[in-house]
Nanobody, 113 residues
Framework: QVQLVESGGGLVRTGGSLRLSCVAS????????MGWYRQAPGRQRELVAA????????KYEDSVKGRFTISRDNAKNTVYLQMNNLKPDDTAVYYC??????RGQGTQVTVSS
């Protein structure tokens, strides 16, 4: 199973930006789809963005459309999540995942009001 390592989380103010990175232990071209989901205390886990590593097609959860962008760099085996105009409701632990069910350790994103 591929290993995933996330980075890039932190504390930002409302309206700020962060870029999360997810580095895979092998070629992401061998993985059909990757994505980011988030888990906040007391809230359901939600998939915020997903990408096809082959075609580059993307999809987003409604609350992040226009603010978050998922992308990939196949040469670096890395998937990114650019998060702009962050809101307090975006506060959560963000996990990188693969379609096959691999998951990273998570990175905390905290947005202060």
């Amino acid at each position: 199973q591929v290993q995933l390592v996330e980075s890039g989380g932190g504390l930002v103010r409302t309206g700020g930006s962060l870029r999360l990175s997810c580095v895979a232990s092998g070629s992401i071209l061998s993985i059909d789809g990757m994505g980011w989901y988030r888990q906040a205390p007391g809230r359901q886990r939600e998939l915020v963005a997903a990408i096809s590593t082959k075609s580059g097609s993307t999809k987003y959860e409604d609350s992040v459309k226009g603010r978050f962008t998922i992308s990939r760099d196949n040469a670096k085996n890395t998937v990114y999540l650019q998060m702009n105009n962050l809101k307090p409701d975006d506060t959560a632990v963000y996990y990188c995942i693969t379609e096959a069910g691999s998951r990273g350790q998570g990175t905390q994103v905290t947005v202060s009001s």
